[in-house]
């Protein structure tokens, strides 16, 4: 499998009234042909906005990227105007974004015809009859009961788990080479949800397309990704193979977060672990590890140095933390 | 079972709320929030209730504590018929049952300080007798959830997701009632601060003898842990009832298997072996459920007679009760 896309030291930086947000600060990551990785974190750790600094969406100001490249086809795509036509070739193009919201993300006043015909018109110069009759058939493909007569009705008349699909119909639909699924399911039920990833699973494979899970869920990378990256405060603090990285978690980060989830599956009784304390403010930070105030690992070396950059542990196991997590 | 045991006793309770159309605001059709749903709740266990959106668990939940009086059927609250008392009658019961909102940043009112929101159930039923019993016990309900009593001056805004869920944990203690409702308690918080709440959660309840909690949630592996025994519901009704351990050894109703099935669990290892289901469509509108079995038009295992008889929720042995007659 060869690398489709590989971002750099990644740094985007907004500048706020009361200080410097380093929102991504320096993150790396790859994706190969047809694999699906999963990005985790929680709220406020950067795995969204290194999502759409790739995309250049990015509102600047008060963001700027800062730092770092994404090489893509073999073009960095941070050294396109963010406005230029190569970018517009890939956004939604080559790269397609699912976001979390699909009733903000589709245009209400729009019919979902409209919105999927306009991708197809711009993007593969489609004539509109063509256009409709292809968007009829993604309905189709991602589920859509009727889509026929359902594709002149607006986002309003579908369900959340129905828009959802129209959302995934859209990114779909110029045979993109990557999807990034931002939060896609967190707005829907749980029977939905699975549905949901199923169907991205196999459309996945169906379009020969790489898939991007970014998501604060365990459960669903455990699920689908090959290999996870866990973020924290806009570092990635562990990358790996999903199963060396839920089998021999390193970062304290990672391990507090395996613990401190109920598991379906777990005997009654275990008690869970928090992780104490609050994730960081990320106004001003020190340099030294962001995780160190909450961390039951930690050792002087932590005070005193920077955060430290990953390392390799083994295969293709990286984490970001001086101390040696199996030793205590 | 002793009668004392019992803490709350639901019988056959449903909710309708009407379908108001037209300029005359005429009656057209009733949206069956809960219907004829029983179940019964230890004193000091932890029942939970879970489903999807929409299948009646926050109505059943406001029914227990009349924040709605339901059309129908019996709440038995330590022993007392509740469901129909008028407003004046309710009013002191409240001090023995209180509720913990899902959302903590819209349910503190954020001009009252920490203190206040805290101790205000203190004052509305005349609990406190000076000024100084009111600080003092105000100080040790911020304690009992973790928070410092210092901080009893500041505003909803000074303090982070996970200290107002605490907030709101308190205020619902300040009573000392026997019975708390926990609406989706966690659903907004962070993933590391959501253990916080759960673990204090059942501190609280080891602690204080007789608490006992209604937790109403989507997430299954949540309602899992802290409860005693599960009600799944789908579209009003109860489809399976029984201890959480039984709940994923042995699931019965084909609804909950799914719903099990559905919930990845955060172990790759695992998930490699595990059965999916993944059930087509979608929940119906409450407003038209299917005739029989609600969950017949999704359900793997229907057969014609689903469609025309509504399952009744039968006991299958040592207390596990499910609505299918399929099973």
Excluded at chain 1, 204 to 233: D, K
Excluded at chain 2, 161 to 182: D, E, H, M, T, Y
Excluded at chain 2, 261 to 271: G, M, T
Aim: net charge neutral; hydrophobic share 40%.
């Amino acid at each position: 499998m060869s690398v489709l896309l590989s971002v750099n030291n990644l740094k985007t930086w907004f500048k706020t009234d009361r200080g410097l947000v380093r929102a991504v600060d320096g993150v790396s990551y790859y994706i190969s042909e047809r694999e699906i990785i999963g990005l985790v974190g929680e709220s406020g750790c950067g795995k969204s906005v290194s999502q759409l600094s790739v995309l250049q969406l990015i509102p600047t100001p008060p963001g700027e990227i800062v730092s770092g490249e994404v090489i893509f086809d073999g073009h960095d795509l941070l050294k396109f105007p963010a406005n230029g036509p190569e970018m517009r070739s890939v956004r939604g193009g080559k790269i397609a974004m699912i976001f979390q919201e699909p009733m903000t993300s589709l245009n209400p006043v729009l019919t979902i015809g409209r919105q999927l015909t306009e991708m197809l018109e711009l993007h593969l110069n489609m004539d509109s009859e063509a256009a409709r009759e292809r968007a009829i058939e993604l309905l189709n493909l991602v589920g859509i009961p009727e889509a026929a007569s359902r594709i002149d009705d607006y986002p309003h008349q579908f369900s959340g788990g129905m828009r959802q699909r129209v959302m995934i119909a859209m990114a779909l639909s110029c045979n993109p080479k990557i999807l990034i699924a931002d939060e896609p399911t967190t707005a829907v039920d749980v029977t939905t949800q699975a549905q949901l990833l199923e169907l991205m699973k196999d459309m996945v494979v169906r379009f020969n397309t790489s898939l991007i899970i970014v998501t604060h869920n365990l459960g669903v990378v455990a699920r689908y990704a090959q290999r996870i990256y866990v973020m924290y405060a806009g570092r990635i603090v562990e990358s790996g193979i999903t199963k060396d990285i839920f089998g021999n978690p390193r970062h304290p980060y990672t391990i507090g977060l395996l613990a401190c989830v109920p598991r379906l599956d777990e005997p009654r009784g275990r008690k869970l672990v928090p992780i104490v304390g609050l994730p960081p403010n990320l106004i001003n930070m020190p340099p030294t590890c962001a995780f160190l105030p909450r961390c039951p690992y930690r050792i002087e070396r932590c005070q005193q140095e920077p955060w430290p950059e990953l390392r390799l542990i083994d295969g293709q196991h990286y984490t970001s933390c001086h101390v040696d997590t199996r030793e205590k | 079972m002793t009668p004392d045991d019992t803490l709350v006793d639901v019988k056959n309770l449903k909710m309708y709320f009407p379908v108001l159309r037209g300029l005359l605001r005429r009656k057209v059709a009733d949206v069956k929030a809960v219907d004829s749903i029983s179940f019964r709740i230890k004193r000091g266990e932890t029942l939970g209730l879970v489903g999807e959106s929409g299948c009646g668990k926050t109505t059943t939940g406001r029914c227990i504590l009349r924040l709605y009086r339901p059309t129908e059927g019996q709440i038995l609250f330590e022993g007392h018929d509740i469901s129909q008392l008028p407003e004046s009658k309710i009013r002191p019961l409240r001090r023995r049952m209180s509720l913990i909102f899902q959302d903590p940043f819209g349910s503190l009112d954020p001009r009252q300080s920490a203190g206040d929101i805290v101790g205000e159930p203190l004052k509305v039923h005349h609990l406190v007798n000076s000024k100084r019993e009111y600080r003092e016990r105000v100080e040790e309900l911020f304690r009992m959830v973790g928070l410092d009593p210092a901080m009893v001056d500041r505003v909803p805004h000074e303090f982070s997701g996970g200290q107002r869920q605490r907030i709101g944990v308190a205020r619902a203690l300040a009573c000392a009632p026997s019975l708390i409702v926990c609406d989706e308690p966690i659903s907004a918080l962070d993933v590391s601060i959501q253990a916080q709440i759960i673990n204090l959660l059942q501190e609280l309840r080891e602690g204080l003898k007789g608490l006992t909690y209604l937790f109403i949630a989507h997430d299954l592996s949540v309602v899992r842990h802290i409860s005693d025994s599960v009600a799944v519901m789908y579209l009003g009704r109860i489809v399976e009832l029984t201890d959480s351990i039984t709940l994923y050894e042995n699931p019965l109703h084909p609804y909950t298997r799914v719903l099990l099935s559905a919930v990845p669990i955060a172990d790759p290892f695992v998930e490699e072996k595990r059965e999916r289901i993944i059930l087509k469509g979608e929940v119906p509108s409450p407003l038209y459920p299917p005739t029989g079995c609600h969950f017949h038009p999704r359900c793997p295992l229907a057969i014609p007679e689903c469609s025309q008889v509504v399952p009744p929720l039968r006991e299958v042995g040592g207390g596990h009760k499910v609505a299918c007659i399929r099973v």
